[in-house]
């Protein structure tokens, strides 16, 4: 089969970047306390403490790192939000379900604007990785129709010398956007498809994929990644995810919140 250059291009511009060398390690997970909602899926690290952003009630909560006591709590517009992210001034929100991105304010909650999420539809995962600490499921009775897949949008946000990041399950691809006129500059593949939660560490970027249960280390330049941290399948399964002071946090939408040492 011949295939012409435009779609050989478009093909390899959708394919992950991977370095010569990737490294692919275990960590150990500490599971730190309980979230006080009951299915937590966005993460963000601040000085103050853990911003989570949950998929349930749709609440913003501040804690604390050690205990997880909390400290603000706000309701949101996202509709199962599954991303949070402070650029300084004002919350980020993915708000999933209505393929969305929300701008909120820090301390009242109250939507300041709204913005069409880049990369939204449907997911297309056959066996959607689940948590270890989930109830088990009923099985489905045979010729059960399939589920229906609506279209979705970002999971993951985190901001960085004004600009915010995404990261979108659909699309498979984590974006840079310029806020001002939500503007697409840079977007590459990622290496697994259910990317979700986004941290710093230094100039790498790391993204979350659930259902490969792992964490992807990417040159949010090139993007290239060479570093893979491997979880084991009895781990809380990582959903929302955020950096701060060598430590990765992370959630699993059970209910924990967990961290590793990077």
């Known amino acids: 089969m011949i295939t012409s250059r ?73 509709k199962a939000g599954s991303g949070i992210t402070f650029d300084g001034q004002a919350l980020w929100l993915a708000s999933t379900y209505s393929s969305e991105i929300i701008q909120a304010d820090a301390h009242t909650g109250k939507t300041l604007a709204k913005y069409p999420c880049p990369g939204a539809g449907p997911v297309n995962w056959p066996n959607p990785r689940k948590s270890p600490l989930a109830p088990a499921e009923k099985p489905k009775p045979s010729g059960s129709p399939p589920a229906n897949r609506t279209a979705t949008g970002a999971h993951g946000l985190e901001w960085r010398n004004d600009r915010l990041w995404i990261a979108v399950p659909p699309a498979k691809m984590i974006y840079r956007i310029n806020p001002d006129g939500f503007k697409i500059e840079k977007q590459f593949a990622t290496a697994g498809d259910r990317p979700h939660g986004l941290g710093w560490q230094g100039k790498w970027l790391w993204c979350a994929d659930s259902n490969d249960n792992a964490f992807y280390r990417y040159d949010p330049e090139t993007g290239e990644y060479s570093d893979k941290i491997q979880l084991s399948d009895s781990d809380p399964l990582p959903h929302g995810m955020t950096i701060w002071n060598g430590w990765m946090w992370y959630c699993d939408d059970v209910g924990v919140v967990c961290r590793l040492k990077l």
């Open 6 to 78: 435009r779609t050989f291009l478009a093909l390899t511009a959708a394919m992950p970047a991977v370095a010569t060398t990737v490294r692919s390690r275990s960590a150990k997970v500490e599971t730190v306390f309980r979230s006080p909602g009951q299915k937590p899926n966005g993460l963000q690290a601040v000085k103050e403490g853990l911003w989570i952003l949950d998929q349930g009630d749709n609440k913003a909560y501040l804690v604390e790192y050690k205990f997880g006591r909390v400290l603000r709590k706000l309701d949101t517009e996202s």
